[in-house]
């Protein structure tokens, strides 16, 4: 299946940018949908925006629409989420997950995909 590995975490002050990357080994992001999903200490895993690779539609939470953007580039085989605007309540781990097709769930269910990477910490300080 191959692996998907995260990158561009860190620490920020409120209202600062950052950007994550995702990028595929031994794949391609030649799939059904691309998504990153965040989780806080204590919390469940959330939606935070998805790309649909056959019409490079985008979603996204409302807690994220307008500040946080998703792009792909298939021929680089990565997926980035720039974030601007960032807040104390979007601190959490920030996961990218590959569906390999589609499903009945929701795009924004963690069982609509197949593939996960390991997560990389954003940390936003008030």
């Known amino acids: 299946q191959g692996q998907l590995v995260e990158t561009g975490g860190g620490l920020v002050q409120a209202g600062a940018s950052l950007r994550l990357s995702c990028v595929a080994t031994?794949?391609?992001?030649?799939?059904?949908?691309t998504a990153w999903f965040r989780q806080a200490p204590g919390n469940e895993r959330e939606f935070v925006a998805a790309?649909?690779?056959?019409?490079?539609?985008?979603y996204y939470a409302d807690s994220v629409k307008g500040r946080f953007i998703i792009s792909g580039d298939n021929a680089k085989n990565t997926v980035s989420l720039q974030m601007d605007s960032l807040k104390p309540e979007d601190t959490a781990v920030y996961y990218c997950?590959?569906?390999?097709?589609?499903?009945?769930?929701?795009?924004?269910?963690?069982?609509?995909?197949?593939?996960w990477g390991q997560g990389t910490q954003v940390t936003v300080s008030s």
């Open positions: 997950a590959v569906a390999d097709r589609n499903r009945v769930v929701g795009f924004n269910s963690p069982r609509a995909y197949d593939v």
């Open positions: 031994a794949r391609t992001f030649s799939s059904y949908r």
């Open positions: 790309i649909r690779w056959i019409d490079s539609r985008t």
